[in-house]
T-cell receptor
């Protein structure tokens, strides 16, 4: 089984500033995908960004980007120009075959 | 398309009772997952369906748990003889294309066992 580790239970960021959420994973597979999901309070989890392991280029979605370090098995999420609506739990996840593995999450607070 | 729908959203039951949760996935999605999420934890895999076939089950899914997906559409998760340790959020997610990998989640069914 794979493991996904998020070492920051809580993070805070000033509105309009940049914050980076950390994630490491452990897999012996060569073909896998990595994800960041956002879970706002009392709402469903939604995909923020996805990275294919075979791609060297870091994925970017508007204000969200990742720093994918395959050798180090690191997959951090950078949120630029943070907005109040970014406040949520963020889960890092890996996928191999039919299985998805989630970290324990990072609670992000955005300070006005 | 209204997304993944789960019912009931909240269920409070007494220890020893049976409960059943329903998940209606996005209509064209043939893959359906059940996860359990407890406070401070990420989702933990319970089981996975491809169409009507239950292909994988976690060891977390004891014999008190059963899941079905008749006709490959909606799915039910039943917990028999509930225990206090079953209290959690039960999440359903569906996916159409494993290659893209995106899971679409429902809002979850929160179970409280007294």
């Amino acid at each position: 089984a794979q493991t996904v580790t998020q070492s920051q239970p809580e993070m805070s960021v000033q509105e309009a500033e940049t914050v980076t959420l950390s994630c490491t994973y452990d897999t012996s597979e060569s073909d896998y995908y990595l994800f960041w999901y956002k879970q706002p309070p009392s709402r469903q989890m939604i995909l923020v960004i996805r990275q294919e392991a075979y791609k060297q280029q870091n994925a970017t979605e508007n204000r969200f980007s990742v720093n994918f370090q395959k050798a180090a098995k690191s997959f951090s999420l950078k949120i630029s120009d943070s907005q109040l609506g970014d406040a949520a739990m963020y889960f890092c996840a890996s996928q191999t075959g039919n299985q998805f593995y989630f970290g324990t999450g990072t609670s992000l607070t955005v300070i006005p | 398309d209204t997304g993944v729908s789960q019912n009931p959203r909240h269920k409070i039951t007494k220890r020893g009772q049976n409960v059943t949760f329903r998940c209606d996935p996005i209509s064209e999605h043939n893959r359906l997952y059940w996860y359990r999420q407890t406070l401070g934890q990420g989702p933990e895999f319970l089981t996975y369906f491809q169409n009507e076939a239950q292909l994988e089950k976690s060891r977390l899914l004891s014999d008190r748990f059963s899941a079905e997906r008749p006709k490959g559409s909606f799915s039910t998760l039943e917990i028999q003889r509930t225990e206090q340790g079953d209290s959690a959020m039960y999440l359903c997610a569906s996916s159409r294309d494993l290659i893209t990998g995106e899971l679409f989640f429902g809002e979850g069914s929160r179970l409280t066992v007294l």
